[in-house]
């Protein structure tokens, strides 16, 4: 398969977006780039960032890409688990203790920090609006999360998402428990669930 084909194929399977790390990962000469944006198939957008003309860029799945530490989380894992119905202002997302983050993530990011044991527990697949697959909390760490950064959190946003979880039929309450005990915010959950359940 010739160079154009296979970037025509990522491009594709990335519903319209191309990063120059998609090219070095597939052995393909970032030359490449260049050509297609002066034939005008492609349009740069940012450092390494390639969509398609007339295409809007999935910063979400952009900036995942880029930095594949970062998991969403907070008021963005509760939004896209349909447990809010704002749509966040700014996304967040959870890093390990330690890693440092850049000055493009803290401009445009809320950023939690979290142990490192404890950074990969909860993640799963999720979808951005252009359907490009994001690593997202489920909603059992998810809640965990918004009770251990409650004051951070509008409580209009954090009550309600708790209202909405409690009526949540696919709710894990073993793992939400398992997950309380080891985020170190048992005794709270068990407290707000009194009152909702």
């Known amino acids: ?29 970032r030359t490449y780039l260049s050509m297609l944006v002066a034939e005008g198939k492609i349009e740069k957008i940012g450092r390494g960032v390639y969509v398609l003309p007339d295409l809007l860029e999935d910063e979400m799945y ?17 939004f896209l688990h349909e447990l809010s119905d ?33 950074h990969l527990m909860g993640v799963i697949e999720g979808k951005t609006s252009f359907g490009n697959t994001i690593r997202i909390y489920n909603v059992e760490r998810t809640i965990c999360d918004i009770l251990r950064s409650r004051n ?29 005990r080891k985020l170190d915010v048992e005794k709270i959950l068990n407290t707000y669930m009194e009152v909702l359940l």
């Open 1 to 29: 398969m010739d160079y154009y084909k296979r970037i025509e194929k990522i491009i594709n399977e990335q519903n319209g977006t191309l990063l120059s790390l998609d090219l070095d990962k597939n052995k393909i000469p």
């Open 62 to 78: 952009i900036m995942q890409k880029k930095y594949p530490k970062l998991i969403y989380s907070h008021e963005t894992a509760l």
């Open 86 to 118: 704002r749509t966040p202002f700014e996304y967040s997302a959870t890093v390990p203790s330690g890693y440092k983050v850049v000055s493009n993530i803290s401009e445009r990011f809320k950023i939690y920090y979290i142990k490192k044991d404890l």
């Open 152 to 180: 951070r959190i509008d409580i209009q946003i954090f009550t309600d998402a708790l209202k909405r979880v409690v009526n949540k039929k696919q709710l894990d309450y073993a793992l939400l428990m398992e997950y309380a």
